[in-house]
């Protein structure tokens, strides 16, 4: 029995197309459809700690003695009136929380401050050309107390180097603000903190 298979002429040319295709496919591969492309895909986290560090240098030699000088000659207030010391620095390392605010350093004073004295702290600008980053701003003059209260301000992420000559030098300064309420003592001791606080 014969069998007859009829095609008509654009069924040809179409299986003629579709084989020229199939053979250029495969002998000519192209780039971006002939080869396989691999990756790989790691994924890094970092964890950065929340840091609020801050001392005093240097350290072992933090204490400071005031000794109210007495005068030689009846009728004068002799040269102890105002007595300063500046041997202190403040030194600080701060990370600051993303979008979180800045710092402050708050200075307060525990113990009782002797009637007719007055004792004041003072932080230069930040000096020495040690440490990086955003370093606070101090408020000026503060007259310590028992209360917390901003001494620097602003402060970003930062550090500011460490021991003396970096940071922020303090300059202490007593003043003897009423004779009339000078009792003698010989020790009146008073504990100043310094804290590195949120804003």
Known sequence: MNIHTFFNSSQF??????????TFAILFPSETHGQTIGSSTIVINASIPQIALIDIEPQGNANIHFMVASTLEAGTQGNGATITNNTLWLNYTNSRLQN?????????????IPAGISLQVQASPRSGGCGKGVFGTPSGTVTLSNSPQVLISGIGGSHTGDGPGCGHNLTYTLRVTNFELLRHSQNNNLQITYTLADN
Request: hydrophobic fraction near 60%.
């Open 13 to 22: 040319f179409r299986i003629i197309i579709v084989k020229v295709i199939l």
């Open 100 to 112: 979180g605010p800045f710092r402050n350093v708050m200075v307060e004073a525990a113990g009782t």
